[in-house]
């Protein structure tokens, strides 16, 4: 019975004292990168911020170029940076490396996708102005507008004579 005791106070010391070694070392080295927005189209400015990253550093990744992280000023343990996505980079998702200074780097996996373009097949949208097509619809609804109009109008006038 005493035995039962003193092992499961050990296992118990042991299970605590687990838990807070983690923790220790995560103020010696950096953690937790967040990329927002976590979908984002090319060309479009994706914020990165690293919790224990006091003094900056940069970040990189195979869909923008190297990029400055500096220090937040309300927040000494965290660092953040906004990189362009390139305008060249594919579909699909992408890491984030981080270089904290005086820290190991740290690599996150999949941090955010990359969106390409949505294909709109028959009748999508046209960059170039109005086509033929187009011009004859609107030409045909602006016309058929004035003789409702007219014949609305001449209809009132007859009907204020009686």
Known sequence: MLTTRALAVSATAVAALGLTVPQAVA???SSNIVAMP?????GGQLTVTVDGCPKGGSMTSNAFPRTVLSPIMTNSETSKGTAIINHSATPGSYDVTVHCHGKPQLTKSAAFTVIGGVRGGLGGSSSRGATPTDMTIGGTLVGLALVGGGVFW????SESKI
């Not at 001449?154 to 006038?157: A, I, L, P, S």
């Open 38 to 42: 976590s979908a984002i189209a090319r």
């Open 154 to 157: 001449m209809r009132r006038r």
């Open 27 to 29: 103020w010696d080295s």
